[in-house]
């Protein structure tokens, strides 16, 4: 069946501009998750979904931050203002439940590059 | 907070080595612990995981990871690699219950096979 996907794949944007990025976790899986891969950071978690709810926000960088979830589906992560520091692959993953017992697949990521 | 530490961020081996990655992680409750895979281009891939029972765990492609709870590792194993070994691994925990849910990873191990 289809994994997760992410659009777009690549995102070149000019520094103070806004980026949405875009998740279509597998299909039935009620968790969703947002990580960024950076050099300097390697891997770091942000946010999760159960269903449309997040339950904790801390981990997002800063309030420029935000991300939705409706219908239990899609995803996207709103960067508002963007900063060079942004540049990072984000990316997605989901898993059937939230409760850290449950497999996570990722997705392809989206590679934001802010100029 | 957790944390989780890999020891080598880079390492080349012969075709047929036997190859230990080294995982260290910081947690003093409970926790599930996971090694992903990244192949050149692709995306992030479980490889295993260990939530209770045996601590010697095996995973695809002949990896297997041993968790020692009194030393807080988990490291990585295979007996004898092959090219298509090359990858980044990282090794990730989560805390049960902890609240959050999402994976805390290490910075990665670059591995490279040498033919």
Known sequence: GAGVSQSPSNKVTEKGKDVELRCDPISGHTALYWYRQSLGQGLEFLIYFQ??????????????????????????????????????????ASSLMAGGSYEQYFGPGTRLTVT | AQSVSQHNHHVILSEAASLELGCNYSYGGTVNLFWYVQYPGQHLQLLLKYF???????????????????????????PSVQWSDTAEYFCAVNAPGGGADGLTFGKGTHLIIQP
């Open chain 1, 51 to 92: 269903g449309n709810s997040a339950p904790d926000k801390s981990g997002l960088p800063s309030d420029r931050f935000s991300a939705e979830r409706t219908g239990g589906s899609v995803s996207t992560l709103t960067i508002q203002r963007t900063q060079q520091e942004d540049s990072a692959v984000y990316l997605c």
């Open chain 2, 52 to 78: 209770s029972g045996d601590p010697l765990v095996k995973g695809i492609k002949g990896f297997e990871a041993e968790f020692i709870k009194s030393k807080f590792s988990f490291n990585l194993r295979k």
